[in-house]
């Protein structure tokens, strides 16, 4: 690490392993680093906007991203400008760029996803379609994506390709909506020759985005164009996806990864070392295999800030590797239940904000948004109704009746049940 660049790149991968994938490629990926002087990192933000967002979201993660590595506290500042484009020449693509068969490494575990992966990236429209690969969080699913996307692209220039996000897709849908834009937002896709999305189970009880969904899969199915989808269950156990969406998406050829096995595990850690040039001796590459079963993205994180260490004179050793270990058990902790990321669960679920379920605005949609919030409060946190009360700003009957409410629609409405017990269940991980 001998660059102001090279810690930077440490604290994007700090971050990416801390936040959504989504919000990180939103706001911290183009952040640029400027220089360090007395203690104090310059960071550079494309717009007032970002700089407002990241200053007033992320600022603490990223302190905590320059500590880890430094090993001492830093300050930022965020200044705003024009991108140099010395270091970012592939912004956009880089990730793309580094997710390929090659390193790829396949075990018992995703051997068939990868074959699978291999088959449609050699005939796309014509061997799987469509192809869904799902799996855990941290698995490799985006890799794979990625690296159909590289090889379709090497080998089919001429193909139309379009990747986005289930999430990014929703938004385009909804900003499409706002802005009477639908019929650019169905050029941009209907003329796709293939179509990833990444984490389709986003779309799942979201109306308009899955009517926008069904139709473009239905238009590109049609004409043999080839659609590859992942997501983070099998789409007949996303309860709150359209029953039609499920159905298409079981034509095709659904093929799962699982956890790694042990050996798995250590060449995919050789693999992450040797990308780097780094040499991890054998004994500190088993005790991390062991240690750390269920998340690739972890074992990654473990040898990045090996890497880091290395840099700055620190020899990778099991002690060092273990209190690494330790802190990525306690990060994987589930979250505390809290009021707030009910409602901000219950909000995204709604399309509603959360300052409007803790509003007094009665619109039919606010309403039922906060009488599910409520109602979910009561079901996972065990907090008394007073207090839930209080933090919708409402007095104890009003919450009694939202629930009585909630209870009486979940009897008579299945398709609510099957919402309900999908927020649920991103809210508490069960
Ligand atoms: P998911 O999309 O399933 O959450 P990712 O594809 O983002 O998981 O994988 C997480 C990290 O683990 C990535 O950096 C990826 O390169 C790495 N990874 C996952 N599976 C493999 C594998 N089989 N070989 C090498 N790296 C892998
Ligand atoms: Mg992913």
């Known amino acids: 690490m001998n660059s102001f660049y090279d810690v930077w790149e440490g604290v994007c991968d700090y971050c990416r392993n801390s936040i959504h994938e989504v919000a990180y490629n939103t706001w911290i990926k183009s952040l640029e680093p400027v220089d360090f002087q007395n203690n104090t990192a310059i960071i550079r933000s494309l717009s007032d906007y970002q700089k407002l967002i990241v200053e007033s979201h992320y600022s603490d993660l990223l302190k905590k991203g320059f500590e880890e590595i430094f090993g001492f506290p830093v300050e930022l500042t965020i200044i705003v400008g024009e991108s140099v484009p010395k270091h970012r020449q592939n912004d956009g693509d880089d990730v793309t760029a580094k997710y390929t068969f090659d390193n790829f490494v396949v075990g018992s575990s995703n051997k068939f996803a990868h074959a699978a992966s291999l088959a449609v990236a050699d005939n796309p429209g014509h061997a799987y379609n469509p192809l869904v690969i799902y799996g855990n969080p941290g698995l490799g699913k985006t890799h794979l994506l990625n690296a159909i996307r590289n ?11 379009v990747y986005t996000q289930g999430e990014s897709f929703m ?3 909804l900003e499409a909506i706002n802005n009477v834009g639908t019929v650019d937002f169905r050029e941009k896709y209907r003329k796709a020759d293939v179509l990833f999305i990444d984490d389709i189970q986003f779309i799942a009880g979201k109306e308009a985005t899955q009517i ?17 989808v992942t997501s983070d269950r099998l789409p007949k156990d996303i309860k709150s996806l359209d029953e039609r969406i499920q159905g298409r998406l079981e034509m095709g050829l659904m093929a799962d990864i699982q956890q790694p096995d042990f050996e798995t595990r250590v060449l995919i850690i ?29 074992l990654e994180g473990v040898v990045n800030k090996l890497y880091a260490y290395h ?13 690494l270990i330790n802190e990525v058990k306690k990060d994987d902790m589930p979250e505390p239940v809290t009021v707030e990321r009910i ?7 709604y399309d509603v904000t959360p300052a409007d379920i803790c509003s007094n605005k009665q619109n039919a949609e606010i309403a039922y948004a906060r009488h599910i919030a409520i109602y979910i409060a009561r079901e996972v946190t065990g907090i008394s109704l007073k207090t839930i009360g209080k933090s919708f700003g409402r007095n104890h009957s ?10 009486s629609d979940l009897k008579k409405n299945s398709r609510l049940r099957a919402t309900v017990d999908d927020i649920i269940k991103n809210i508490t991980g069960k």
């Open 151 to 161: 090889e379709i692209h090497r080998k089919f220039p001429e193909k139309s390709i």
């Open 171 to 173: 938004n385009e849908i």
């Open 212 to 228: 926008e969904f069904f139709n473009t899969f239905e238009a590109l199915y049609r004409e043999n164009k080839q659609i590859i």
């Open 270 to 298: 050789r693999g992450k070392a040797k990308a780097l040039n780094f040499d991890i001796p054998d004994v500190v590459v088993q005790y991390i295999a062991n240690q750390l079963k269920n998340n690739i993205r972890q």
């Open 311 to 323: 840099n700055f004179g620190e020899e990778p050793t099991l002690a060092g590797a273990g209190n």
């Open 343 to 349: 409602i901000s669960c219950v909000g995204s679920a």
């Open 398 to 407: 009003t919450v009694s009746a939202s629930i009585k409410k909630i209870e």
